[in-house]
Nanobody
C-alpha cells in the first residue's frame, strides 16, 4: 500500500512558476509509474504528465509540453511537477497518482492508476 501526500499549490499570477510535490509513503517499486492529473469543476480528470520511477523517462500532455516538467527524487520517494509560464486555464485541482505496473507504458488514463494524492488547488490569476 502506498500513500501519496501532495503539497505546493496556491495562487499565482499568469506567467509565474509553481512547483507541486507528491511524497509517497510505503515502498515504491521500480515498476511504478507516477503521474499528474488535473481536474476542473464538472470535467473529467485530465492527464498532465507521467514518469517512470526506474528510468525517469517522461510523457506529457500536449497542452503542457514545454511549460511543465515532471521529475522524481528516488531517495526522497517524491515526484515533482514544475509548472512554468502559468496560464489562467491552468486553474484546476492537481492530483498525483501511482500505477504499480506502469513504468514501461506511462499511462495517460486515470483508470490505470491505483493510488491517488489528496489533490492540490492551483489558481492562476490573469
Amino acid at each position: 500500500q502506498v500513500q501519496l501526500v501532495q503539497s505546493g499549490g496556491g495562487l499565482v499570477q499568469a506567467g509565474d512558476s509553481l512547483r507541486l510535490s507528491c511524497a509517497a509513503s510505503g515502498h515504491v517499486l521500480s515498476t511504478y509509474a507516477m503521474g499528474w492529473f488535473r481536474q476542473a469543476p464538472g470535467k473529467e480528470r485530465e492527464f498532465v504528465a507521467a514518469i517512470s520511477w526506474s528510468s525517469g523517462s517522461t510523457n506529457y500532455a500536449d497542452s503542457v509540453k514545454g511549460r511543465f516538467t515532471m521529475s522524481r527524487d528516488n531517495a526522497r520517494n517524491t515526484v515533482y511537477l514544475q509548472m512554468n509560464s502559468q496560464k489562467p486555464e491552468d486553474t484546476v485541482v492537481y492530483y498525483c497518482a501511482g500505477d504499480p505496473m506502469g513504468n514501461l507504458v506511462l499511462p495517460v488514463t486515470s483508470i490505470s492508476y491505483d493510488y491517488w494524492g489528496q489533490g492540490t488547488q492551483v489558481t492562476v490569476s490573469s
